[in-house]
């Protein structure tokens, strides 16, 4: 079993970066795809990007694909989520999950997840 904890949100003005990191006991985490969600208040929860075990990776919206990128360092079992070029609307909660086999878009398909990461942006 293993227990995912983010870390890395916080405050940060428009047009900033941050590095939200998800780190992880266990020695199979390798073995783990981690999907990155995300949650504003009054809406769902909604998957922002995620890695497989081969480090291959996918993108929600494309709003976020130019500006988001996620890696994986499984030397440190630790995946990372770079944010570039942030947003108001990129306020939320920031959540990572994971699961044997590929990424998945829906959350529910998920079986470990972390407690969570404020990121909150002003304009």
């Known amino acids: 079993q293993v227990q995912p904890v983010e870390s890395g949100g916080g405050l940060v003005q428009a047009g900033g970066s941050l590095r939200l990191s998800c780190a992880a006991s266990?020695?199979?985490?390798?073995?783990?795809?981690v999907g990155w969600f995300r949650q504003a208040p009054g809406k769902e929860r909604e998957f922002v990007a995620g890695?497989?075990?081969?480090?291959?990776?996918?993108y929600g919206k494309d709003s976020v694909k130019d500006r988001f990128t996620i890696s994986r360092d499984n030397a440190k079992n630790t995946v990372y989520l770079q944010m570039d070029s942030l947003a108001p609307e990129d306020t939320a909660v920031y959540y990572c999950?994971?699961?044997?086999?590929?990424?998945?878009?829906?959350?529910?398909?998920?079986?470990?997840w972390g407690q969570g990461t404020q990121v909150t942006v002003s304009s």
């Open positions: 266990g020695r199979t985490f390798s073995s783990y795809a």
């Open positions: 890695i497989s075990w081969t480090s291959s990776s996918t």
């Open positions: 999950a994971l699961r044997f086999g590929n990424v998945r878009y829906a959350a529910a398909m998920y079986d470990y």
